[in-house]
């Protein structure tokens, strides 16, 4: 079956970094859409970035020039570098692998900043 396991979250400083990873399994990795998502308490789950099948890539306004997503079809990952965290991007950070009309989801991995 489909799965997609996300480690690299933790609590860290303002100003400092993570490094999300994403690993999946029982899909054709390299011909999926990945991104990360997240959800932050009582907030709706909003896009922070995507990195298409060619290697296109988008991010959301909140953290352009402070992440970077990338990702390795060798080894079934898609990478979150985060840097510069601040407080607001405290949340709950979540894989997805689309294409076509599948959709998949990770269980998600707490990231949580202090000031």
């Known amino acids: 079956q489909v799965q997609l396991v996300e480690s690299g979250g933790g609590l860290v400083q303002a100003g400092g970094s993570l490094r999300l990873s994403c690993v999946a399994s029982?899909?054709?990795?390299?011909?999926?859409?990945m991104g990360w998502y997240r959800q932050a308490p009582g907030k709706q789950r909003e896009l922070v970035a995507n990195?298409?099948?060619?290697?296109?890539?988008n991010y959301a306004n909140s953290v352009k020039g402070r992440f970077t997503i990338s990702r390795d079809n060798a080894k079934n990952t898609v990478y979150l570098q985060m840097n510069s965290l601040k407080p607001e991007d405290t949340a709950v950070y979540y894989c997805s692998a689309a294409t076509g009309p599948y959709n998949f989801w990770g269980h998600g991995t707490q990231v949580t900043v202090s000031s």
């Open positions: 029982g899909i054709k990795f390299s011909i999926y859409a």
């Open positions: 990195i298409g099948s060619g290697g296109s890539t």
